[in-house]
């Protein structure tokens, strides 16, 4: 974006350069009439008057949007601290359940007895070499 702003502020900036060198006359002032000026301050003048007008104006349109922007942030802070939170009880919850799992898996191991699950799986699963 600001190399679209160089392309489009350069060609103007030079093609006024240009005007005000070769703007020398002298006139007067309106209320000063015993003073006289050059045209070329006079527009150079009236540009950086319009220039820091323009400024100031972009800034005082933009404030609601930066007002929004610093409440986002807040928000977004306050978002983070929350998420660090929630993953630090995941993570908390994830080793629960994983300790969880290895309990059942050696209570099952240590019931090797009869299995009803396992006698209907054993009806419907592929004979091994030694079976046959």
């Not at 942030?73 to 969880?100: A, F, G, M, P, Y």
């Not at 396992?118 to 079976?131: A, L, M, N, Q």
Request: charged share 25%; glycine share 4%.
């Amino acid at each position: 974006m600001w190399v679209l702003k160089v392309v489009i502020f350069l060609p103007l900036l030079t093609f006024f350069v240009m005007f005000l060198v070769q703007n020398n006359e002298l006139v007067a002032l309106w209320p000063f009439a015993d003073l006289q000026i050059a045209v070329s301050v006079v527009y150079f003048v009236l540009f950086c008057l319009g220039y820091i007008a323009g400024r100031l104006f972009a800034w005082s349109a933009y404030a609601p949007l930066r007002s929004m922007v610093r409440k986002q942030r807040k928000e977004h802070k306050q978002l983070s601290k929350e998420h660090e939170k929630l993953n630090l009880e995941r993570e908390k919850l994830n080793k629960q359940v994983v300790s969880l799992q290895d309990e059942v898996d050696n209570k099952n191991e240590k019931s090797e007895g009869f299995s009803l699950n396992k006698k209907i799986k054993g009806w419907f699963s592929h004979p091994e070499v030694d079976d046959k």
